[in-house]
């Protein structure tokens, strides 16, 4: 950086503007302003600076009354002036003399070479040719590089399996050959609307290679078929296709009717995980829903099971098998699939009562002060069937009935039957994390209090779920 260190001194003539420096370098430091008045009188005086480009003066420091013979430090701080600023300082009246003392950096690489630097060779470069580091002289020297660029337009059609893949590359022009169904080169996708678009792959195991269209659907099944077993991580070997399968086909993970991006999307989130476990994410729930049911009569001295038909519930079925019996136990099976799903490795699940719309049932009471209560049975079963324990009941909700006749029963609230709980009244230890689990069985029972009572269903819902 070069520094010139300079000083100059300014004395007014009259009141007017008097201009005391422009900044013509990089930039310039104002060590300090003194003032001497040396008119005879007190004099006010200020220092004015216009940024460059601008004509407009700001001022920037301000004296009033400097005494007649004195010497004033107008700077408490250094004033640091770019290139195009000016200073001035105005008194009201003359012999009021600055003396600013200042440095400039005349540092400008206008003008200059980098061959001026002493790591850098004073050998005239040629045309095409760069700057690289040599050790011998401990300088850098020109040099023509070594490396080209090819021009892939004219690379030619596949014609045998040894063709690079940068043919990849070619002829970006147009979306014919992806949507025409034979087999052409690769064409630009980034344009039009095709209504199917297929992708080209290659095989180059082959001598000669001829391209093969794929779709988007026959993609994930190649993904799927051969390495499913290891993308699940199961050691059974007993992963079903048919678990992957939703109402679009084999590879609709997400059940939306086609197979498409999102499906992508869900394989790759799950690619390399492990699926089975305490760790896994894939349990989704299952719920019976019912919009009816059939009138049944209750007693004060027996639980009777609620009945319904076939017309009267519909059935979500998760990650488990679902089996509704409407003619005999008038119950609802939720049974683990094979692994990934075995149920019992789902943590934190529990079930689940509540009312779509808050109409539980209607209710035709047979007596004033009448009172009813709802309860839940669940009984756990093993692979073959064979019941775990006993069975656990809950009792979701009791109700009195001021009136005898029928009443909707609206707002029985929700009841969680967690596993914990149900551990405990179906006396199996971990509940439905057993490790013999394999099934729970609902069924909804109600009795009266006194007297006889009719009810019938209206849109209770029973689902397994998952904290």
Known sequence: MALDYKSISVTT???????IYSCGVTSTIIKSILIHNDSGTSRDMTLNLAKSGSASYKVIAKINTVSQVAVDQILTEPLVMNNGDVLQYQANGANVMLTMNYVENTTSFVGHSVQELTDWSSTNPTDGQIPVWDNATGQYVPTTSGATLTDTSGLPEQSSGTEPFNRYMKNLDSLTALTDGSANSPEDV????PSNVNFVVENNTLSPAPPQKVTFDQI??????????????????????????GSGGLGDFNDDGEVG???????LTWFGNSWAGSNSALFQESKMQFSDGLATMLNDTTWTTLQFDSADYTVTAGTQNVTVDHTTNYSVKLASQTSPYLLKDVLNKY?????QSGQLAYVTTGMASQRITIRATIDLYDSSDVALGSQGVFEWKEQSFGEAGTHLWVQPGIKDITNELIATECGVTDGMENASFHSVVITLQAKTNSGNATIDLRTPMITLKQL
């Open 261 to 267: 991006s999102g499906d992508l999307l869900d394989f």
């Open 13 to 19: 003539t009259n009141a007017s503007p008097t201009f």
């Open 190 to 193: 980034l344009s039009g609307t």
């Open 351 to 355: 079930v689940e009562l509540k009312t």
């Open 220 to 245: 994930i099944q190649a993904l799927m078929v051969s390495p499913l077993t290891e993308i699940a991580n199961d050691p059974n070997n007993n992963l079903s296709l048919a678990t992957f399968t």
